[in-house]
């Protein structure tokens, strides 16, 4: 287990006690007010990674730009009326997104609703609601969509979501621009071609710009560059000049100490000369350029704090550190493999370390957050955090074993707020009503 403190929010510090605190408020006194498990996201760390992009940006691009917060890594309506609040646009996935932003004040001319399988009530909140456009994933979807505007007597701003064909060095899972992605127009059979002809032809459908996303957890720019060659060149093929290009979002964040580290003004740097590039050779206005992060603004920000409580050695003399969340609040390392760091909270590990395991207490083998790290000697009731917490852990969690999902709090300025409170399976939980 190594002591470091690099992955954790930036206001990450420990007493002269050894004992961590957050935004200058100690964890433990956090835990014993809130509960166990808690999350953690700190106000000042989101916003140094929105004045990074914000500043790359005013230094690299001389288009109009806007940074738009992918809902899907973690939204609740208190993180929603946060966003909202610093001048942010939304990339919304589903009804439910698209319900949270608009009551958290987001500006509708800022909300990009994504999705391959978009059904008619969510198309027609978002029509109702006249966000800036809807990302129109497939050529079906594009017909139902033109009906629908035909029969609301309404015109549709719209984007078109293509497949470039690029693929990028991450998780299988998290492959979505290649040939085979399940998301998109793919250029390389004529669908993407065809798309733009279907939306140009069109009096009810508006074509303002063309997305793609390459993929999650990406550390090198180039294939974002590539991915608006290809979307320029498409377009210039079907004579189409876009205002609007985004490269959607899946930057990747540090999550261990022998990860890469991506460089986000390397990100905007590259995707700004490319436009500039391709755009001069065509003698086209630069498109307004929208960025969709969602992982790497908010997860650093976001930790996680567990209450320890069995202990053992299995037969193989592997150490067990049992704690009280896991895979129902973070199915990553289920689902993904994903790896992590761990901290005490209230000390700094001394004596003897243990080949160990660090895990959950639901009824499945898969339910590890850690599954090899070393630790010292760990007692009951001891706190353990999970730096690089804050994207696709809640957003993913469930009830599994019909538990409560954490509290979150926002942590600023010497305050803790509640973003989301803790369950209680007597009023919210599901399993609680006989339908009667």
């Known amino acids: 287990m190594n002591e470091t403190l690099s992955l954790f929010p930036i206001t990450t510090r420990r007493d002269e006690k050894g004992q961590m605190m957050i935004a200058g408020q100690l964890v433990r006194d956090l835990v014993q007010q809130y509960g166990s498990p808690l999350y953690l ?60 932003a608009k009551k958290a004040g987001f500006s509708p001319k800022m909300v990009h609703f994504h999705g391959n399988n978009k059904t008619v009530p969510e198309l027609l909140f978002a029509m109702e609601w006249g966000i800036s456009d809807i990302v129109v994933d497939n050529l079906s979807e594009l017909v139902l969509l033109e009906t629908m505007a035909i029969e609301r007597k309404q015109v549709i701003n719209i984007w078109l979501r293509i497949t470039p064909g690029v693929k990028v060095e991450t998780h299988r899972y998290w492959q979505t621009g290649d040939i085979a992605s399940k998301f998109g127009l793919p250029i390389y059979d004529g669908q993407a071609s065809e798309g733009i002809r279907f939306a140009q032809a069109s009096r009810w459908l508006k074509l303002r710009g063309l997305h793609t996303h390459v993929g999650s957890q990406v550390f090198d720019a180039a294939p974002y560059g590539e991915a608006l060659k290809r979307l320029i060149g498409l377009a210039g093929q079907e004579e189409f000049i876009a205002a609007e290009l985004s490269p959607g979002g899946g930057l990747g964040v540090q999550y261990t100490l022998d990860d890469k580290v991506a460089d986000a003004v390397d990100w905007v740097r590259t995707m700004s000369a490319m436009l500039e590039k391709e755009c001069g050779k065509r003698g086209w206005p630069l498109p307004k350029l929208l960025l969709e ?27 067990i550190v049992a704690v009280d969340g896991g895979m129902a609040d973070n199915p990553r390392t289920a689902m993904y493999q994903a790896k992590y760091e761990a901290a005490l909270v209230d000390r700094l590990p001394s004596g003897m370390r243990n080949r160990a395991s660090l895990v959950g207490k639901y009824c499945e083998s898969g339910d590890q957050l850690i599954p090899m790290l070393e630790l010292p000697e760990m007692h009951r009731g001891e706190l353990i955090a999970l730096p690089v917490s804050g994207a696709y852990q809640l957003s993913m969690s469930s009830n599994y074993n019909m538990a409560s999902r954490p509290a979150v709090l926002w942590l600023e300025d010497g305050r803790a707020e509640v973003m989301q409170r803790r369950e209680d399976p007597a009023e919210d939980g599901w399993w609680m009503s006989d339908g009667s």
């Open 293 to 319: 992060p969602g992982r790497w603004l908010v997860g650093q920000a976001g930790v996680s704090v567990y209450t320890v409580g069995a202990v053992k050695f299995s037969s193989d003399g592997t150490y």
């Open 41 to 100: 996201y700190d106000g000042a760390t989101l916003r140094s990674q929105l004045d990074v992009l914000r500043t790359a940006f005013a230094n690299h691009y001389r288009g109009g730009f806007e940074i738009t917060y992918a809902a899907k890594a973690y939204f609740s309506l208190g993180m929603a009326k946060r966003m909202a609040a610093m001048g942010l646009g939304v990339d919304v996935v589903s009804l439910g997104e698209l319900k949270v």
